[in-house]
């Protein structure tokens, strides 16, 4: 079974940096689109960030409201999904999915709630 | 506010069949890109729904069905029940945003 698991998640103040991570299995990660979607709390998703697999170049993508603050990137050694974020807002408060799926998302992970307050 | 619009709420009497609208233009549903639907249960994850305007993946009740049309796409809900409650969303993708992702605002729908 395809597992997609989320860690990293935390409380902090708005300018702090974080990473998140996703650890996969039940699939072959290497050759795997993967991406991050986010929902704020009581709101919709929104597409974060996307990164293709090696094979397809490898190329990342984002969403306007983090482009320049967050980072995607993969460790297919470790079948492991990252996110680095920084300069952190309030806005970034949400909880974020890992996903997996080349146009649309086929797999979801549970989670990793982002808390950034004052 | 979404690319893609999508009515914030729907419902319908058990048995009943209801409709979700996803409107979008000329650089996203209207361009040729597919749609997609999730359903997200309350307090869970999002799960793939539907792919590719109107096919199922394995385990989805054929009770649910998508479709598009120009600028448009649609999830139907027929024989609708209990368990059906929940947010639904529409997903694309959008030219002139590079041919990023794009999710609709989301509907919530009730079982009376």
């Known amino acids: 079974d395809v597992r997609l698991v989320e860690s990293g998640g935390g409380f902090l103040r708005p300018g702090g940096s974080l990473r998140l991570s996703c650890a996969a299995s039940?699939?072959?990660?290497?050759?795997?689109?993967m991406s991050w979607v986010r929902q704020a709390p009581g709101a919709g998703l929104e597409w974060v960030a996307r990164?293709?697999?090696?094979?397809?170049?490898?190329?990342?993508d984002y969403g306007a409201p983090v482009n320049g603050r967050f980072t995607i990137s993969r460790d297919d050694s470790k079948n492991t999904l990252y996110l680095q974020m920084n300069s952190l807002t309030t806005e970034d408060t949400a909880v974020y999915y890992c996903?997996?799926?080349?146009?649309?998302?086929?797999?979801w992970g549970r989670g990793t709630l982002v808390t950034v307050s004052s | 506010q979404s690319v893609l619009t999508q009515p914030p709420s729907v419902s319908g009497a058990p048995g009943q069949r209801v409709t979700i609208s996803c409107t979008g233009s000329?650089?996203?549903?209207?361009?040729?890109?597919?749609v997609h639907w999730y359903q997200q249960l309350p307090g869970t994850a999002p799960k793939l729904l539907i792919d590719?305007?109107?096919d199922r993946p394995s385990g989805v009740p054929d009770r649910f069905s998508g479709s598009k049309s120009g600028t448009s796409a649609s999830l139907a809900i027929t024989g609708l029940r209990a368990e059906d409650e929940a947010d639904y969303y529409c997903?694309?993708?959008?030219?002139?945003?590079?041919?990023?992702?794009?999710f609709g605002g989301g509907t919530k729908v009730t079982v009376l």
């Open positions: 996903t997996q799926g080349r146009y649309y998302f086929e797999y």
């Open positions: 039940g699939f072959t990660f290497k050759n795997a689109w």
């Open positions: 990164i293709k697999s090696k094979i397809d170049g490898g190329t990342t």
């Open positions: 000329s650089s996203n549903i209207g361009a040729g890109f597919d």
């Open positions: 590719s305007n109107s």
């Open positions: 997903q694309s993708y959008d030219n002139s945003l590079s041919g990023y992702v794009i």
